[in-house]
Every structure is written in C-alpha cells, then in structure tokens.
C-alpha cells in the first residue's frame, strides 16, 4: 500500500477553475473523505489523482514517485464509480476478474482470487449471474470486488453510496470501514454528505468552489471548523452564529454580544474592528434563567432523544440542543448559557476562524 | 403486467381493444408492401406467356423455366436436331427442349450475384468499420472543430449521390477504377460512412464513458478498452447500420449501370438485360430479382434482435 501527496494541483476547464491550488497528503493506510457540495470539484481532484484528467498545474505523487503526467493504467490504482460501471456485457465473475485478465493472471489463479475476494465481500452466491439484474447492494459490492481483487497501490472512491437508499447506505457504510479495517488500504473517498464523511474517514478535507477549507481529523473539524464555511456545512442543525461588531485584542477572554458579555476561549491573534461571529454548536448551549443572554421561544422540533429548539435572540435565532424532557411554550422568554470552551470566533468578511488557545491546543 | 381482476388494465399497457386495431394495421399495411414481393415471386414460376397475359393469371401452372432462363444461354435447333440427341439430363434440358432450345452454357448470373455480394458485404465492412472508428473519435474526444466536420460529413448527403455521377465516372477512368470491385467498393464506402459516422455517434454517446475508463485503469491501454468493453456494448448500433449500409450498397443500380459493364458488374443492372427470345424474359427477370432478395433477408434475419433494438434508437434499450 501506499502514500498519495497531492501537491498545489489546480484544474481549469476554460477559464473557469474547478481545483483551486489543492495540496494534501494521504498517509499509507488512511482513508480520507473528500467532502463538499456539488460541483465544489470533489470528482474533479479524484479524477486527476486517478489519472482520467491531466491537472492544469501541481504535481500528485504515488509513493514518492512522480504520476503527474502517467496513463492511468500506469498507476496502479483502483476507482468505483458513482454508478460502478459495472460491465453489461460481463457476468459478476467476469468483471471481477477482468482487472487481472490485462495483467496475464492465468486463469486458474484469476478464478481463485474471484472466489477469495467474493468471499471477502460476501457476494460468492451471485457469481455467475448476470450484472444487470443485481440489487444496489451486490453491484456496489461487486464494484468494490474488481476494485480490490488487484490489490492496487490505492482505492479512489466517488460517491459509491449515492444511489443507494438511506437504510442501505448506513449497512455499507459500516461494510466499506469495515473491509478498510482489513485490507488497509490507502483511500481517497469522495462524498457530500457529512456522515459518511464522519463515519468512515480518517481525514477529512472539506471543499468549497474548488478550494480546500480545512483538512484534518473529523473531531478537528467539526469541535474547530476553520471557518464559517466549514461550520456552516458540517452538524445538523449547522453551528449558530451570532453576529457583532467588535475588534479584539490578544489574550481576550471573552466578546460582547448585544451589550452582554460572553467569555469565549483566550484570543490567540490581534483583530482590527469589524463584523464578527461568535459560533456555537447547537450541543453546546444550555437553558439557564439566570442568563443575561435571553430570547424568545420562535419553535421547536422533537427528535426523540431530544429536541431542537430555536431561540430569537437580539443577535438573531439561535437553535440549541436540549434534553426532551422539557417541552416549552411558543414565544416563552428563555436565558441561554453556552460552553465557553467551546465558542469560536470568525470574522465574518473572511469567514475565517480567529486564533484562540482552544483551536493551538487542538492543532498543536 | 396481467391482473388477476380482467377489466381492470394498467395505463402503460394498451387495452386489447387497442392492441387488436394496432395489429390489424400492422397486417394491412405488411399486406400492402407484400403484394409487389409476392407478384415478383409468382412471376418467376410463370410460364413466360402466362406471364404477360392479360388479365393477369393467378391459376396457373408452376414452372421453374424462368430459373432454368435465368441460369442459362440457349440456341434454337430444329426439331430434327433435338429429336436425335440423347435424353435430356434434367429438368432444365428438359423444359428448354420443350421449346425447341438446347442448353448453350451458363448464364452471367451467378457472377454478377458474386460482385453484388463482394461489393456490398465489402463496402458494408469498410463503412461500418471506418464509421464506428471516427464515430469514436468524435465522441471520445475533443477533436478540433468537430462540429464543423460532422455537419461536413453530413452535408455529402445533402444532395443524391448520382448529381455527382459524371465527374466520378471521369474520374473513375483516369484511376482505371471503372468496372472494377475496388473502385464500388470505394464508391459505396464513401456514399455510407457518412450515414455510418452519424448513426453510430449516436450510438457511442450513449455508452457511458465510465466503462473505459473503469477498464483503463485496470490497466488496459485505450484501444484495448475500445475492443473489450466499447465494441461489445455498441454491437447493437453496428448491426443496424450495417444493414442500413449493406440495402443501399446491395440494391444501387445508378452508378453500377454507369460504372460497370463487364467484370464487375453487380446484380442491379445486370437482370433487366436478361432478354428472351421476342422481348423481356420477365420470369426469368423475376426469377434473378428473386434469388437476389434472398441475402438481405437472411441478414435482417439474423441480426433482428440487434435490430429492433437499434433502429428505435435508444427507444427499447434500457
Ligand atoms: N470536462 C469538464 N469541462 C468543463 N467543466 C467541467 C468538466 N468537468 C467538470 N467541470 C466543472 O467543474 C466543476 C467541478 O466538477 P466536479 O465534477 O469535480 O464536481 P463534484 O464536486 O464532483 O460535484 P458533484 O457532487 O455534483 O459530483 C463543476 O462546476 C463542473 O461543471
Ligand atoms: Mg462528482
């Protein structure tokens, strides 16, 4: 197995630019989420590491060998594709085997290592059907077959669970981390939805008009979002923001919002005046009556668990996760305290998160 | 789609009612285009005087002097001369006996059937092969002004092929082409490769391209996965243009009568010279156009599943 290292890639089509100067590394063994909207370039990276697009400029590096410019039958990597382009013509035995059948396999060692990898995946009983008349299911399952009979170098997935359904998806999500678990391979994994990302990844790097915002571990970016972009797409509901105008010194404690004051994790950088957002995640934010902090009751929505309740406040509405014990009364008054370890700031004209000691400790 | 419930139907699928007026047409209109095939057929087991007489015959008795004809050169000979030659060794001996004839030798037919086959399945070869290549290209890739060239490709269809018949014919002399297979082979191939780059694009564009590159980083170069997985997922879209090819090359007649004349002259022109004695030999005539259908339909046989999924277009296939 191996190392992808992604280096300054950037991609055009025309003028317009789909990957923005990436870089990144994936470790031997890790599996990262590529995570973003649609048409945020998640498939475009994937398709030049794979070697199906010619990046504009930047470099990719397999094992610290240079494939920038190398055929992709040349790189010794395995892809599923979103709709796994499983071959029609072949029966789930054949395209399983057909990545072995370019490399002269004879065919009695192609015919054990089909059988070893149906079995692998649980997928030995359809064999010698037709792919055509699969379930989603079995065609992932055969799709992700031919990707690993060959024991490639890396797997590059994109969007491999889209087209399945909501109940099955949570099934293969746990198979595929699963099957990773085992064979380790080294995976760049492309999704938009964050809790495939959540689940499986290693690493994430969430992207946004071809421009990565943050990469690192999912408790990095869902406790320390890099910026309001970031917070914004990751947790349902997303991370608040409360919006005022301030600057701020280095090593403040805390920010005022509406007059009131509200400590927040010790600022690590010095900024000028100007519009900024203090960000809370819903968890973090408990009813109190003692609270300066107040708002009115706008709506709430039950979860089972527990609820979603949204608050108006005089910095705008706030949806904090509660217990659902309490059941409240429409434009009832509330106080609101959040956990002040686990505030951030951004600065709204950047959208980039503010330095503190909470986001060093976690970095360092 | 069947309901245990009788009267109750599904709204994709029509009511019997309506399936049975839809056959009807079918039938009639099958009917219809049938009755000139069938004439044809009954012509060339005619007699040739039951043949032109007026009214027509529809009782009559079967012969099959129109093939022997057909098949044959005869001279006339007296009675006396038939009288005294030995029994006649078949049918044909007989029947052209019967006319105070005797067999001189083999007819043109059967070469010039040869030439229609060679011409047709041969050009049919090269326009589809050339089609499915430059049909990939145009899909596949960003070829420089590729609008520009398929409407060019296209516009060599935009008048009849045979407005351009004398500077071909000309041209034909000066490389020594005319009356050669090659030269129609050519002919033909250029007439269809337009038609065939056109269809078969169509073809290609709906073959996701996610399959090649699947097979191309399995380690397979381009072409490679051109053969294994593009060829095989398009043989629908061939099959059907090769028989849209293969009916124009196998029945033109214009430029065959300009252009050939001897060795390579195909069928079309060849069966309205068959000439008997005192005028058209029309069972004969019928008999050629006859044998002549044949390899179409044996084709079109073979081939019509791909074809009835291919000529709908995209229609019937999932
Ligand atoms: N061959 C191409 N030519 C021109 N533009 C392209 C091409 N391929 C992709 N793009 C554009 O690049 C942008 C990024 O595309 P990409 O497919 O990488 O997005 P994505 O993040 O995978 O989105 P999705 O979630 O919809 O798959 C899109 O706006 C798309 O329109
Ligand atoms: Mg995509």
New interface residues.
């Given amino acids: 197995m191996s190392e992808i290292k992604i280096v300054n890639l950037r991609k055009q089509f025309g003028d317009f630019v789909a990957v923005e100067d990436s870089s990144f590394t994936v470790n031997d063994g890790q599996f990262l989420a590529l995570l973003g909207p649609s048409g945020c370039g998640k498939t475009t990276t994937l398709r030049m590491i794979a070697g199906l697009e010619l990046p504009t400029s930047g470099k990719i590096y397999l094992d610290s060998e240079d494939v920038t410019f190398n055929r992709a039958s040349a790189r010794d990597i395995a892809f599923v594709f979103q709709l796994f382009a499983l071959y029609p013509h072949m029966n789930v035995r054949k395209n399983i085997g057909f990545p072995l059948l370019s490399q002269r396999v004879p065919e009695t060692e192609i015919r054990a290592r089909v059988e070893e990898t149906a079995k692998l995946l649980r997928i030995d009983h359809i064999l010698d059907r037709s792919v055509s008349g699969l379930a989603g299911g079995d065609r992932q399952r055969v799709a992700l077959g031919r990707a690993i009979i060959r024991r490639p170098k890396c797997f590059l997935m994109d969007e491999p669970l889209g087209t399945l359904d909501a109940e099955f998806r949570e099934v293969m999500v746990h198979e595929l981390r699963e099957l990773h678990n085992r064979i380790h391979a080294t995976t760049v994994y492309v999704t938009h939805d964050q809790h495939e990302a959540m689940a499986m990844a290693d690493k994430i790097a969430v992207m946004n008009h071809g421009v990565i915002e943050q990469f690192g571990t999912p408790q990095e970016i869902y406790n320390r979002p890099a910026s309001m972009y970031v917070a914004d797409f990751i947790g349902s509901p997303p991370m608040n923001f409360m919006r005022f105008h301030s600057g701020l010194e280095r090593g403040t404690r805390s920010v005022l919002l509406d007059g009131i004051e509200v400590p927040v994790p010790e600022v690590a950088e010095d900024v000028p005046p100007g519009e900024l957002a203090l960000g809370v995640r819903p968890e973090h934010i408990r009813f109190s009556d003692t609270s300066r902090l107040r708002g009115a009751v706008y709506g709430s929505e039950y979860l089972g668990t527990n609820q979603i309740v949204a608050v108006e406040t005089a910095s705008g509405i706030v949806k904090a996760r509660v217990s659902a014990d309490r059941s409240f009364r429409l434009g009832e008054t509330v106080g609101l305290e959040f956990n002040p370890a686990k505030l951030a700031v951004f600065d709204c004209a950047s959208g980039r998160a503010i330095a503190s000691t909470y986001a060093e400790a976690r970095h360092g | 789609m069947s309901s245990v419930n009788t009267t109750a139907h599904s709204v994709v699928e029509p009511t019997p009612t309506a399936k049975r007026i839809a056959g009807a047409i079918v039938i009639l209109y099958a009917l219809v285009t049938m009755v000139p095939l069938a004439w044809i057929f009954l012509t060339s087991i005619k007699s040739p005087p039951d043949s032109i007489s007026y009214p027509p015959k529809i009782v009559f008795t079967p012969t099959l002097e129109g093939y022997c004809n057909l098949f044959t050169t005869r001279t006339r000979q007296t009675p006396d001369y038939i009288q005294s030659l030995p029994r006649p060794t078949g049918t044909c001996d007989e029947i052209t006996r019967g006319r105070n004839m005797v067999i001189a030798g083999r007819s043109n037919y059967w070469p010039r059937f040869g030439n229609s086959l060679l011409i047709a399945f041969g050009s049919t070869f090269l326009a589809v092969s050339l089609g499915t290549l430059a049909a990939y290209g145009f899909s596949r890739f960003r070829v420089p002004l590729a609008d520009d060239l398929l409407f060019f490709i296209l516009s060599t269809r935009m008048m009849p092929p045979i407005a351009v018949a004398i500077p071909i014919y000309l041209m034909y002399r000066q490389f020594g082409l005319s009356d050669t297979a090659l030269g129609m082979i050519l002919l033909y191939t250029a007439v269809n490769v337009s038609l065939a780059v056109w269809l078969l694009k169509g073809f290609i564009d709906e073959i ?1 391209r ?2 090649e ?9 381009r072409l ?1 996965a051109f053969r294994k ?1 593009v060829l ?2 398009a043989t629908t879209g061939i099959a059907a243009t090769a028989i849209f090819c293969l009916i124009f090359a196998w029945n033109e007649y214009a430029f065959a009568v300009l252009l050939t004349s001897g060795s390579a002259q195909t069928a079309p022109p060849f069966i309205p010279t068959i000439i008997g004695e005192g005028g058209q030999d029309w069972p004969a005539v019928a008999a050629g156009t006859t044998i002549f259908l044949v390899p179409i339909l044996v084709f079109t046989i073979v081939l019509r599943k791909q074809l009835l999924r291919g000529i709908t277009f995209g229609a019937v296939r ?1």
């Fill in positions: 996701p996610e399959y590159e699947a097979a191309m980083i399995d380690g397979y170069t490679q997985v095989p997922q999932k």
